[in-house]
Every structure is written in C-alpha cells, then in structure tokens.
C-alpha cells in the first residue's frame, strides 16, 4: 500500500527559505531605495543588516524567541540608520510565525509585542517619517494576525502529532491482541495434538510385546496427529509470515470451525476417548469468530479431559439459541466437588478467547462427579 504524506515547510532543511529570503531582500532593497530616492543611503552596512535578518532565520526552530528578538534588534537598527524601507520585513514576518508556531507562547506573544514597540522607537528617531498612528495600529494588528496564524500552524502540528500518538498506541494494542490471538492457537493446537501423541506413544510402548495388534492402533493414532499438527502448524506460521497481508489466499487468523468438530471427535475416539455430541437447538452458520473460539473450547476441554480425567467419556452439548451459541463439555472423570479449578494456560486461554467475544465461561467440578466447561457466546442471531 502506498503511503502520501502531506507537504510541510517544517520537514524542509532551514537553509531552503533563508537562501531565497536573503536573495530576495538584497535585490528588492536596492529597488526599494532607487523607487523611495534614497540610493545613496545603500551600504555595505546595509547589506549586511539584510542579509544579518536573513540568516538569522537559521536557528528559526531551534531557538525561535532568541531569533524573533534578533530579528528586531537589527531591523531596528537598519531604521535607525534611515535605510529603505523595503523586503526586510520579510524576515520580521517569518520570525514573528515561528516563535509562536515554535515557541512558548508567553514569551513569543511578549516578545512579538516589545519587539514591536522597539522597533517603532527606532522608527521615531527617522526625520523623514511622520508618526501615523492609525499605521501604528495597524501594523499592531498585522503583528497579532502572523502570530496568530503561526498559534494555529502550532494547534495543528499538536493534533497531528496526537493522532499519530493514538494511531502507534492503538497499532501497538492490536499487535499484542494478535500476538496473544496466536499464543492461543499455538497453545491449543500443540496441547492437544502433542498430549494425544505422548499418550499414544506411552500405550504402544506398554503393549509391544503384549498386544502388539494394539500397537498397530496406536501407532496410527500417532501418525493422524503429527500430520494434523503439522498441517495446523503451517497455516499459522503462514499468518505470522504474511505480515503485510499481501498474500490474499492466506487466512488473517488460523482457520477453525465447528466443521472440523467430527474429525475432532474421530481423533479422540480413536485416542480412547469416547465423545458423544448432541445438539441443542437448529443447527445455524455463527460468526466466524464464535465457530473458531468455539471449536478451541471444546479441543481444550476434550485434551483436559484425555490427559487428567482417566479412563472416562465425554458429552459435547452445543445449544443454537436465537441470539446464543453454547458449548458445554462434560465427562465422568476424576472430578469432584471438592477439587479446586485449576488456573493454567489452558483454562486462562478459554476464558480469554470467550470473554475476547463478550461472552461467559465457567469451569469446574460437577457435584456428582466429573468435570464441567461451558462457554456462552453472543451470536447476534446470524452469520457475520
């Protein structure tokens, strides 16, 4: 994607506006003096005090008080001198501009002001001008429109530099959610995949010698889960590759649905498992954020189960309301009343993914015995 940026004087290097100021102020200044009749009263003084204004432009931003401040002091003295009035102002007006769109504001309104009243002393000591001082005003209020609009050049530059406060705060926010988006993936898929693989391994090196036939199953079991992993490995490594999102056939997030949700019990029977699923309620297409987090919940739940409850069954109960999706996970394990509810990353990553959706979660023993997980998610009442 291409990125445009706005124009802005202030990215230009100093010396791009001092260059063509003190070219224009030299050369308009000999015009204004032939134009006035007062030729003869060009110097190199004169020259100097021009240029002087000009350059002092350099440090406009840097030191935007101290060079308004210079600024007036020299034009104060080239008045002084009875020299042309002329583009010299042109120094005065840019100065005037950045010590408020650069400066503190007391200090550059002060100095706009004492500047000014300096500057208009200088002009008194002149036998060839005449005090005007409806001029004088008006030259007050010219002063006060440069500063102001430099007061507005600064509130700009402010919002500016806040939006792109808030836009950095808030990339930086939906970096961590994706990172956190992935740790749970990478959590969920590995967690069960990898559990059903040790299990599996520690049954058929059990059985060897024993019951071979038994094996053969295990070893099978073994293999549809390294390959699944694998599979699921890919296309998150895919995500976390695809950083620009420019490859379009490349999910955003790690595809998971409840379509997968057959195999999944496949998996786990085959593992030794039994999982019955009933449904409750008209099956429906949900938000593609529901259909993945609601998939995890029950691999989750079922890969606890497989790996802390013993040799038991599981019921996956999923309830289609009209504007509700919820998935409960049952089994007949060691659970009891009395066991406390553990606070791993599995049970934290499930909480997070439901309340991620504004959803509920609940986990723990059931009174008669076994283990309880049900996630309640908001469905809006329709695909999205």
């Keep these: 994607m291409t990125t445009y940026r706005t124009f802005s004087f202030g990215t230009l290097h100093p010396l791009a506006i ?55 002091v020299l034009e104060a003295v080239y008045f002084a001198l009875k020299n042309p009035f002329g583009p010299i102002f042109i120094s005065l007006v840019v ?34 001008w005449v005090v005007n001082w409806v001029g004088a005003g008006a030259v007050l209020a010219w002063i006060s429109l440069v500063m102001g609009i430099g007061e507005l050049a600064k509130a700009r530059r402010d919002r500016a530099a ?22 749970r993936e990478v959590h969920d898929v590995l967690a069960h995949h990898v559990s059903l693989i040790n299990v599996q391994s520690g049954v058929a090196l059990h059985l060897i010698d024993s019951q071979p036939e038994q094996v053969k199953e295990a070893l099978t079991a073994i293999k549809q889960s390294s390959k699944e992993v694998l599979v699921e ?14 490859d379009s056939k490349q999910p955003r997030h790690p595809v998971a649905s409840l379509d997968q949700l057959d195999r999944l019990v496949e998996r786990m029977d085959t593992a030794g498992l039994p999982v019955t699923v009933e449904v409750d309620g008209e099956k429906r297409p949900v938000p593609k954020g529901v259909d993945a987090a609601a998939l995890r919940i029950v691999q989750e739940s079922l890969t606890n189960t497989y ?38 990353s599995g049970l934290t990553g499930m909480r997070q993914r439901v309340e991620a959706l504004s959803g509920t979660f609940a986990a723990g023993p059931k009174p008669g015995g076994g283990f309880r997980v049900t996630a309640r998610f908001p469905t809006g009442g329709g695909e999205t």
Aim: a neutral charge; zero cysteines.
């Design 307 to 344: 790996r802390h409850a013993g040799p038991t069954s599981a019921t996956v109960t999923l309830g289609y309301r009209p504007a509700e999706l919820t998935v409960q996970v049952d089994d007949e394990g060691r659970g009891s009343a009395e066991s406390s509810v553990g606070t791993g």
């Design 18 to 72: 001092v260059v063509p100021i003190s070219f224009v102020q030299v050369v308009f200044t000999f015009g204004a003096a032939y134009g006035q009749g007062v030729a003869d009263r060009v110097n190199a003084l004169t020259i100097a005090l021009v240029l002087a204004s000009a350059v002092a432009l350099t440090w406009r931003r840097s030191h935007p008080i101290w060079v308004l401040a210079a600024v007036y």
């Design 162 to 183: 806040q939006a792109e406060e808030a836009r950095a705060e808030q990339d930086k926010r939906q970096a961590s959610e994706e990172r956190l988006k992935i740790a």
């Design 95 to 128: 100065a005037l501009f950045n010590a408020t769109a650069h400066g503190t504001r007391a200090p550059a309104w002060t100095t706009g002001y004492v500047g000014a009243v300096v500057l208009f002393v200088a002009m008194l000591s002149r036998n060839d």
């Design 233 to 246: 490995l890919r296309n998150i490594l895919g995500v976390l590759r695809d950083v620009d999102g420019r």
